[in-house]
């Protein structure tokens, strides 16, 4: 799996959807970019750099990079470095749904506890 991951993935949405039902937020606004490159390793494992920003003014963004792990359907981001110092150390954990050139990633929040999943659809680059 980490083979199909390998390669550069464009932005297409990231929302953060509720448990409770509310509606989603869009934490970098509707209009984003961004830049998603796995490097594999390893048959599972290899190298994540993942960069988002909203295109408003100003623009907002939001980058992490470390290791990354495939185990079944699921890829496990460990972070080494981040524009948010509170997530070094943080292993994230995201669903793999593939279909065609799309990716989506999601799963729980990057902090436990706040009743919101995260949702992250990227489109290969050639």
Known sequence: MARDLAGAWGLESWSLEYE???PSEFPLGLAVRGLLLYTPDGPTT????????GTGQPAASFAYA????VRG???????EIATDPTLVG???????????NML??????FRAGSG?????VWQRRP
């Open 73 to 79: 359907d699921t890829v496990y981001h460990a972070i």
């Open 104 to 109: 989506t990633l999601s799963g729980p929040d």
């Open 46 to 53: 290899g190298w994540v750099s993942a960069t988002l920003m």
């Open 116 to 120: 919101r999943r995260q949702k992250i």
């Open 90 to 100: 943080v292993t994230t954990t995201r669903l793999i749904a593939r279909e065609g």
């Open 66 to 69: 470390g290791r990354y792990e």
């Open 20 to 22: 409770d039902g509310r």
